[in-house]
């Protein structure tokens, strides 16, 4: 699609989806939007006159997360480096911006993990099941099953850290956006020292992230690949996550994204 095309849309995280999509949730029939196509150029938000602070940008990113329950549901296609293509199902419970809940499914149904996150100020508790059975919580930097993804970046664990600083100006899949990166808090159990992101100028959307180790490699991507309709709005219909240089690549995409009642399934 290109610029000047298109209407206003909304930013939904699903991801895992999300956190991992930014959108209000509601039913409707798919676009077809190839998943290699650009996604369709947003209504620009009031310009900006100047680069602005890491802080205001990211405050207006976490300001486009849910502002009720939704139920999101999905899922993960991998391909490895050799060998068929793999799937399991995903379904991310997201109630911000204190708590989202993450659940693994095999090809069946049957469910594999769970991972709740609850979020109080600057801490975070985490709660983890293991086939149903409660387990201490993996680190951040574990993988999810045999996937290209670990937990840290279905849940976008890195958009709450602080500070980072904003180093220019790029186009992502040709939108116009901020470039920035931020670094893991001392001590972080983290499998990133630092994660590089663009962010849509226009919306304040999340287009692209990668993750760095220590050395300073990129070893880990994340893109949005392409989106769908949703009545007026328009939600992120497909995440590619790609294990750097040469490793296997998930795509996420999104099946259905429904409110739900707060309470429901929430720890």
Same mark, same amino acid.
């Given at each position: 699609?290109?610029?000047?095309?298109?209407?206003?849309?909304?930013?939904?995280?699903?991801?895992?989806?999300?956190?991992?999509?930014?959108?209000?949730?509601?039913?409707?029939?798919?676009?077809?939007?190839?998943?290699?196509?650009?996604?369709?150029?947003?209504?620009?938000?009031?310009?900006?006159?100047?680069?602005?602070?890491?802080?205001?940008?990211?405050?207006?990113?976490?300001?486009?997360?849910?502002?009720?329950?939704?139920?999101?549901?999905?899922?993960?296609?991998?391909?490895?480096?050799?060998?068929?293509?793999?799937?399991?199902?995903?379904?991310?419970?997201?109630?911000?911006?204190?708590?989202?809940?993450?659940?693994?499914?095999?090809?069946?149904?049957?469910?594999?993990?769970?991972?709740?996150?609850?979020?109080?100020?600057?801490?975070?508790?985490?709660?983890?099941?293991?086939?149903? !059975?409660? $387990? #201490?919580? =993996?680190?951040?930097?574990? /993988?999810?099953?045999?996937?290209?993804?670990?937990? *840290?970046? +279905?849940?976008?664990?890195?958009?709450?850290?602080?500070?980072?600083?904003?180093?220019?100006?790029?186009?992502?899949?040709?939108?116009?956006?901020?470039?920035?990166?931020?670094?893991?808090? !001392?001590? $972080? #159990?983290? =499998?990133?020292?630092?994660? /590089?992101?663009?962010?849509?100028?226009?919306?304040? *959307?999340? +287009?692209?992230?990668?993750?760095?180790?220590?050395?300073?490699?990129?070893?880990?991507?994340?893109?949005?690949?392409?989106?769908?309709?949703?009545?007026?709005?328009?939600?992120?219909?497909?995440?590619?996550?790609?294990?750097?240089?040469?490793?296997? /690549?998930?795509?996420?995409?999104?099946?259905?994204?429904?409110?739900?009642?707060?309470?429901?399934?929430?720890?």
């Amino acid at each position: 699609m290109h610029p000047g095309r298109n209407q206003l849309y909304r930013y939904c995280l699903l991801l895992p989806l999300l956190a991992l999509a930014f959108a209000r949730p509601c039913r409707s029939q798919e676009t077809n939007n190839h998943p290699d196509a650009a996604p369709p150029p947003p209504a620009p938000t009031p310009a900006v006159a100047q680069l602005p602070s890491v802080d205001q940008l990211m405050g207006e990113l976490l300001a486009r997360l849910p502002s009720q329950a939704i139920l999101v549901s999905g899922d993960l296609v991998t391909t490895p480096t050799n060998g068929p293509k793999t799937r399991l199902s995903v379904d991310i419970l997201l109630s911000y911006p204190q708590t989202a809940v993450y659940t693994i499914r095999d090809a069946f149904g049957k469910e594999l993990e769970e991972l709740s996150v609850v979020r109080e100020g600057s801490s975070v508790r985490y709660t983890y099941k293991n086939n149903g !059975a409660e $387990s #201490p919580a =993996p680190p951040p930097g574990q /993988r999810i099953q045999d996937t290209a993804l670990t937990w *840290m970046d +279905l849940t976008l664990g890195f958009l709450w850290w602080e500070g980072g600083r904003i180093i220019g100006q790029m186009e992502s899949r040709g939108q116009p956006c901020y470039v920035l990166d931020r670094h893991a808090p !001392a001590g $972080s #159990p983290s =499998p990133y020292a630092s994660v /590089r992101m663009w962010v849509d100028q226009r919306v304040s *959307m999340l +287009l692209q992230a990668e993750g760095y180790n220590m050395p300073g490699d990129c070893i880990r991507r994340l893109s949005v690949k392409s989106f769908k309709k949703i009545k007026d709005e328009w939600m992120i219909k497909d995440l590619e996550f790609e294990d750097l240089p040469e490793g296997p /690549r998930t795509l996420l995409r999104v099946r259905t994204a429904d409110p739900v009642k707060p309470a429901a399934g929430l720890p």
